[in-house]
């Protein structure tokens, strides 16, 4: 292994390597086969050249038609065998696995000698400079929120206060109460309740300032949207402070 569990990479370095001799077995095979069909086809190429050069008049035109035939599927063997040799390069460059960006590799769950299936799931990276906070809005709120529009951000657990910027709101959630049967026509529950609790939609906020991974992407957090301007915090009293934080948990 060339990383360890929770560890910043840079991007394009090495992370870990699948076992190579079978990948560059298939490689040189492949490799052969293409010059093997190289050479064929310049002795096709030469014969077919030299029968259409004399003509007719030494020789049949179906043999002429025959040997321009077989030069163009050598050819086509040929481009499928380079097909091969560049697939198996491709393979054998895949077994290196490196960083796609700079980040935090997480979850490392391969190890040295482990077997691991294509299409697995070995290792995740958080990208650094990605983290943005993913607000769940209740639907009687959002008469309140715009786009532009500031947010202070207190993770749980810290009396930090990050600060930032409503992205966007999501165009649309599940409606729970309403499905669609095969022909595509709209099932209503008939049991609708009298009292329902409001919707939450997603609410995309952009961090004013990247942290790291101080605070850990999937963390929770206390979002208050307080408009065009940032909420001055600085001479506040403890009491209202406190009747902020309640405020906050609806």
Request: proline share 2%; glycine share 6%.
């Amino acid at each position: 292994m060339k990383v360890h569990d929770n560890q910043l990479v840079k991007k394009d370095q090495i992370l870990f390597t699948i076992d190579q001799p079978r990948y560059q077995k298939a490689l040189e095979q492949a490799q052969a086969d293409v010059s093997y069909y190289q050479v064929l086809a310049g002795e096709k190429r030469r014969e077919a050249g030299r029968r259409n050069s004399l003509g007719t008049q030494a020789m049949s035109r179906e043999e002429i038609e025959q040997s321009n035939n077989v030069l163009q599927t050598v050819l086509h063997q040929l481009a499928k065998a380079e097909a091969t040799r560049d697939l198996a390069e491709l393979d054998l460059q895949r077994t290196i696995i490196r960083a796609p960006a700079e980040g935090w590799v997480t979850n490392l769950n391969v190890y040295t000698g482990e077997f691991i299936t294509r299409g697995s799931t070995a290792v995740a990276l958080v990208k650094r400079g990605s983290f943005y906070i993913l607000a769940y809005m209740e639907e009687t709120k959002l008469d309140g929120i715009r786009p532009g529009y500031r947010v202070q951000i207190t993770p749980l657990g810290s009396n930090r206060i990050l600060r930032g910027t409503v992205d966007s709101l999501s165009a649309g959630v599940t409606n729970a109460s309403s499905t669609r049967d095969s022909k595509g026509m709209a099932t209503v529950d008939s049991n609708l309740e009298w009292v329902r609790l409001a919707q939450r939609v997603p609410v995309r906020i952009h961090l004013d300032e990247q942290q790291a991974n101080l605070y850990p992407a999937g963390t929770t957090a206390t979002v208050v949207v307080t408009g065009d301007k940032d909420r001055n915090t600085d001479h506040e009293s403890v009491f209202i402070k406190l009747m902020h934080r309640l405020r906050e948990f609806g």
